[in-house]
């Protein structure tokens, strides 16, 4: 860059709303200053992405009081050098997921070696998966064929074999694609970008059988050995061929391109650069979510390795009847705090598939979507926890056959008991009337264990900010840091289960006050103490002998932990958690939850 970047104009388009923020420097730092929204425009009527882009930035222009536009140009760089600062902005940059993001097929020798790992690189590149073929998937020739033609991908990423090995299987696959001469989504004109990046022995051969039929583009290996992963080649290569051909076809986005300053990042991605660089900053392991309208991605850093997935069934908006599906009725009943009848909830929750951009008019209503969201996140969890796992087919003594049968499984990643803190984002979270709630969101989807730090991004910048860590670091470290992040707080859950009322452990809490407060916790208790993200308290607890915090069971645990705008929280509903299975004696409990974290006033 020849210039300064002191005031930056940045967009996510999401698939119902896209989001505006504004970047100014002040003094030495970075703050970010105003933002704006506007409903996505990328399908009809408009077809064009740039109208909701433009409707929202008119609206930073409107608050800020600075001209950004010119028509439908962004005025850059920025004209204070011209003697009018409060014209133009330095770069605008974008990320987006409008469209239904960057939809890819994925294929393996093995399903849960080559596919598995195959699947990882796409999730980390940003993709949404929409199937998994293998030569074992149990699918016969024709289905698989079948399967290609109808799914119409985006891309396809090719895997399979470890260099030196046999190729037939790899070959076989690409026969497959071959005859089923897949389509892409959009843009009937051009051919489909394929990305190969498996045994390099069979290189000439798939060139053959795909170079003439497909947009056929060469990565290193992703499992170059039985041992190891490569998924950075294939990543960023796919990365590449989203912007090159995929965002090319999809409505408006040229002139989308053409006005960024920067690469336009798929919002996954984006969110994942800036998940991993909290972590790798703070040496921390973490868990971070991003629920949308259409998918929810769940990213995670353990150990220093970073794994992404994405839930491209489970949303807010667009995808709420398949959390319903998924969960089951019951399963979403059962946080509802007030007794609803079935068909009244399931008419609910189609309405807002109906009308995906509408927000809840009364607190029955927000109160159903807040109950939508824990199990959406819990099942975004689940899955996530499937796919973070160590490699597959190593380091056991197997014959091929185990193979076939697919009797292996790596051990996943993810040890709440190890985890520092969870980063919620995305509306549902980032807009809850109340922090509070958004904490209770999480600790009910996730159901921590011992203790962990919660934050939430506060306005859903996350995305702005990953695509411009690529361009300014300092700008996206210091926004993130002053503006994006919220610490709502600690929540100490003791592991272990009891009858209600039974006593869970005793605790001690040395506040910064130099007040004591001492107390028990019981099973199925919940109690939320004040403190502040500047404060400290030292906690001191001794669990009932079933009872493990961590240390083992009984034994007894002492922490200094840190506040938030919520506080500390003293969970002792249990692990896992268990709520009646009667709904008058369910309500009552909820009810007495809320109550003891102030969402309820006392009595009601």
Known sequence: MTHPLNVIVATDCGSTTTKAILIEKVGEEYRQTYRGEAPTTVEAPFEDVTRGVLNAIAE???????????????????????????????????????????????????????????????????????????????RLPYEKIERIRTMRPDMILMSGGTDGGAVTHVVEMAEYIAAADPRPRFGSTYRLPLVYAGNTDARPQIKTILGEKTALDFADNIRPVLERENLAPARNKIHDLFLEHVMQQAPGYKKLIEMAGA????????????????????????????????????????????????????GMSYSISNVLAEAGLDNIMRWVPFT???????????????????????????????????EALRLA??????????????????????????RTSGKTLIDLLKLDLIVGSGGILSHAPRRIQSMLMMVDAYEPLGVTTLSVDSIFMMPHLGVLSTVNEQAATDVFIRDCMVYLGTCIAPIGQGKDGERCADYEIALPDGRIEKGQLAFGDLKLFALTRE???????????????????????????????????????????????EQAARVAMLTRWYQAVGLYPKGS
């Open 60 to 138: 930073i222009e409107e608050l800020s009081g600075r001209t950004i536009l010119e028509g439908d140009r962004i005025i850059t760089p920025n004209q204070s050098a011209q003697g009018d600062p409060k014209r133009g902005v330095d770069i605008y940059v974008s990320t987006s997921s409008a469209g239904g993001g960057l939809q890819m097929m994925v294929t393996g020798v093995v399903q849960n070696m080559t596919g598995e790992s195959a699947q990882r690189a796409a999730l980390g590149a940003g993709a949404i998966v929409i199937d998994v073929l293998a030569s074992n998937d149990g």
């Open 263 to 314: 690469p336009i990042m798929p919002t996954p991605a984006a969110v994942g650069v800036i998940m991993e660089t909290i972590a790798k900053r703070e040496g921390i392991n973490l868990i971070g979510v991003d629920i949308g309208g259409a998918t929810t991605d769940v990213f995670s850093v353990f150990n220093g390795l970073f794994n992404r997935t994405v839930s491209a069934n489970l």
């Open 340 to 374: 609803i009848d079935e068909q009244t909830l399931r008419n609910r929750i189609k309405n807002k598939m109906v009308r995906p951009t509408t927000i809840p008019q009364s607190l029955d209503e927000l109160q159903i979507e807040h109950a939508i969201a824990r």
């Open 381 to 406: 969890l689940i899955h996530h926890k499937s796919l973070a796992t160590g490699l597959k087919g190593i380091q056991q003594e197997r014959t091929i056959s185990d193979v076939f049968e697919q």
């Open 535 to 581: 404060q400290q308290a030292t906690v001191t607890m001794q669990p009932a002998k079933q009872v493990d915090l961590g240390n083992g069971p009984g034994q007894s645990f002492t922490k200094t932990v840190q506040g938030g705008v919520v506080g500390l929280m003293l969970d002792g509903r249990g692990r896992p958690l268990q709520l009646p299975g």
